[in-house]
């Protein structure tokens, strides 16, 4: 178990909608990235959040967005929902902003679009 | 913004044989290079890590090398086993203007043959 966290673990929606998928990281860790894992592509980083700051953005469409709130959870919102959306999206955590510090991924929540 | 190329996509080994995969990166500001790895249906987890001012590391029957110059790091394994079996990551880390950026290849399937 490496402490963080993600909900749902799966997803099956509709094109056109919109979900949140909810990341805890590891306590007392303050950053939060975001990635996609589609079946061609590996791990696409998406965002990363600071203490509840957006400090990096990656390959991440118009139709997300993230926050990451007090408590240090962070939330992914996907709005207008398309077939390609589907895939494995993980949050990993690191402790602070140190360049060498080991990131940590949750289980993943596995979105489905129909 | 930064690209992590990694090769080869798969690769299938025989038992106790030797695995290396490689990975170019495009921005010379990254300084730390880590690999995991992710079996089936679980998370990635870190396996060994690399810094920019590191040319090589050992851990048991892993190593990864570095080359600064020529933007490019390598995973090897050797004595290859069953449970190596995997994909395996490598990735590029690093400040950004604002924020910590961890960027990764598109993963390499490693089948380990007895």
């Known amino acids: 178990d490496s402490g963080v966290t993600q909900t749902p673990k799966h997803l099956i929606t509709a094109t056109g909608q919109r979900v949140t998928l909810r990341c805890s990281p590891r306590?007392?860790?303050?950053?939060v990235y975001w990635y996609q894992q589609s079946l061609d592509q590996g791990l696409q980083f998406l965002i990363q959040y600071y203490n509840g700051e957006e400090r990096a953005k990656g390959n991440i469409l118009e139709r997300f967005s993230a926050q990451q709130f007090p408590d240090l959870h962070s939330e992914l919102n996907l709005s207008s929902l398309e077939l390609g959306d589907s895939a494995l999206y993980f949050c990993?955590?690191?402790?602070?902003?140190?360049?060498?510090?080991?990131?940590?991924f949750g289980q993943g929540t596995r979105l489905t679009v129909v | 913004g930064e690209n992590v190329e990694q090769h080869p996509s798969t690769l299938s080994v025989q038992e106790g044989d030797s695995a290396v995969i490689k990975c170019t990166y495009s921005?010379?500001?990254?300084?730390?290079f880590p690999w995991y790895k992710q079996e089936l249906g679980k998370r990635p987890q870190l396996i060994i890590d690399?810094?920019?001012?590191?040319g090589e590391k050992k851990d048991q029957r892993i190593a990864v090398t570095l080359n600064k110059t020529a933007k490019h790091f390598s995973l090897h394994i050797t004595e290859t086993q069953p449970e190596d079996s995997a994909v395996y990551f490598c990735?590029?880390?690093?400040?950004?203007?604002?924020?910590?950026?961890?960027?990764f290849g598109a993963g390499t399937i490693l089948r380990v043959k007895s």
């Open positions: 921005d010379s500001a990254s300084n730390y």
């Open positions: 690399i810094r920019s001012n590191v």
């Open positions: 306590s007392g860790d303050l950053s």
């Open positions: 990735a590029a880390g690093g400040l950004m203007e604002y924020g910590n950026k961890l960027v």
């Open positions: 990993a955590s690191r402790a602070h902003e140190g360049i060498y510090t080991e990131a940590f």
